[in-house]
């Protein structure tokens, strides 16, 4: 008889929060501290919430406004860079036991683990070897962590989320039949993975508030509902989860895109959008540049003002022949933007995606000296100087013109990560030597 795979997912407590209470010598599960930006206004949302103010009621993801007046507590600025650098270190600490090819790092604070192939080995069971890494981080880094373990990954994931984050020692472990016995009968839905409001409302309406109810619904009356999502809704009904490290591994993309978006800061007039887009724009190209990569697809969502209730809108360009020259996709980007954008209505959110990109073959170095006549190659050559020069200098020591109007969020956006500052070791570019194209 096979054994069972065994796979953890380890979490790490509130892990903004914690590093900053770590890096201020605090004890993260004591401590009353909020990740959050003080230039922001009282509607911004906390990026983290220390395990102490969960206790007290406060939830994650929280907007600083509705935390209770009576409460005090601590306001961190977000520091991007150390987080990643702490999470770097915590995979450093993976790494001493078990093989890259056996991690696949679901986020930032969050990953997991087969850990089947070395129980024999260091004669340890799953348990112990999670209580192995958990300890290690929390002696080397202060970090609590929690970890989820489970048959397969699925299983994994939900003994993470449910059980382990109640559990007197932060551990949950499930395998198909604990699974039935401990949580068909567990409500909410929305508690368990991959299902959010939209489907536990579909589920409601026929009926299904359990895990054992989903179970036992007729499979073709699921697909009438759900579509191809049904097959995975049963499954994971029944604790069943095919995927396995090496699928995770194996996976390549049929196709790939490359996305940017930002929310402002504030409202935008129809004319400052433009200039929005058009760094937007220019700013995928550099990184289609970067990444030798070309596209003959463009699209652009965009969102308006709050203080209307107007749907947002999108319009897509198409190129004959792709390209990564922001000179030849700008323009095409406007004329969308003209075409698909109310003048009278302010902007708040962009989106832009880059769609079923293609190789473009590597790029040489290049000099000033280098530029060629052909107007789509030269902006591409530009493109990559500009390119070298940041990657030595950093991300500001080059940009556009337009880049310094009063609207602009380019060089504010490069000094940050995901939105959000960069933090101690990542500002680059003001107090250094500017080149303006």
Request: with cysteine; net charge neutral.
């Amino acid at each position: 008889m096979m054994k069972q795979q065994q796979y953890l997912c380890i979490d790490l407590k509130s892990f903004y929060a914690s590093v900053e209470c770590v890096e201020r010598g605090l004890d993260p599960m004591t401590t009353r501290l909020v990740v959050a930006d003080p230039e922001r206004s009282d509607k911004t949302i906390c990026l983290a919430v220390s395990p102490a103010l969960k206790a007290m009621g406060v939830k994650n993801r929280c907007r600083l406004f509705e935390i209770p007046p009576g409460i005090d507590y601590i306001m961190a600025e977000p520091r991007m860079q150390k987080y990643i650098d702490y999470s770097a270190e915590i995979y450093g600490i993976y790494l001493r036991y078990i093989s890259k090819d056996d991690i696949h790092v679901y986020s930032v604070d969050e990953a997991f683990l087969d850990v089947s192939p070395y129980l024999s080995a260091y004669g340890m069971t799953a348990r112990e070897t999670g209580k192995m890494l958990m300890k290690e981080i929390r002696k080397e880094l202060g970090i609590q962590a929690t970890c989820g373990i489970g048959t397969n990954l699925y299983l994994t994931k939900i003994a993470l989320d449910i059980l382990a984050k109640n559990a007197p020692d932060f551990i949950g472990e499930l395998d198909e039949d604990s699974y039935r016995r401990q949580l068909w009968n567990h409500r909410p839905l929305t508690d368990f993975w991959r299902i959010g409001n939209k489907t536990a409302s579909k589920l409601q309406n026929i009926g299904i508030d359990t895990m054992r109810k989903l179970a036992h619904t007729d499979v073709d009356y699921l697909y009438s509902i759900f579509g191809i999502d049904a097959e995975l809704l049963y499954d994971h009904a029944w604790g069943r989860e095919p995927v396995t490290m090496q699928d995770i591994k194996n996976y390549r993309a049929e196709t790939t895109s490359r996305t940017s978006g930002q929310v402002l800061m504030r409202d935008y007039s129809y004319e400052e959008g433009k200039l929005i887009l058009k760094e937007m724009v220019d700013q995928l190209c550099l990184q289609l540049t970067k990444n030798h990569q070309k596209t003959a697809s463009m699209t652009v969502y965009i969102g308006y003002s709050n203080k209307w209730s107007v749907p947002p809108v999108r319009g897509s360009a198409s190129l004959s022949v792709p390209t990564d020259s922001s000179g030849r996709w700008i323009p095409e980007m406007i004329q969308v933007y003209e075409r698909v954008v109310n003048p009278a209505i302010p902007i708040r959110r962009f989106n832009i995606s880059c769609n079923r990109l293609q190789s473009a073959g590597p790029c040489t170095q290049l000099t000033w000296s280098d530029l060629q006549e052909d107007e789509e190659e030269k902006d591409v050559q530009i493109q990559q100087v500009m390119l070298d020069v940041r990657k030595k200098f950093g991300k500001n020591a080059m940009f556009r013109g337009m880049d310094l109007e009063e609207c602009a969020t380019t060089r504010e956006r490069n000094n940050q990560i995901g939105g959000h500052k960069r933090g101690n070791g990542g500002k680059e570019a003001d107090a250094q030597s500017k080149r303006i194209l």
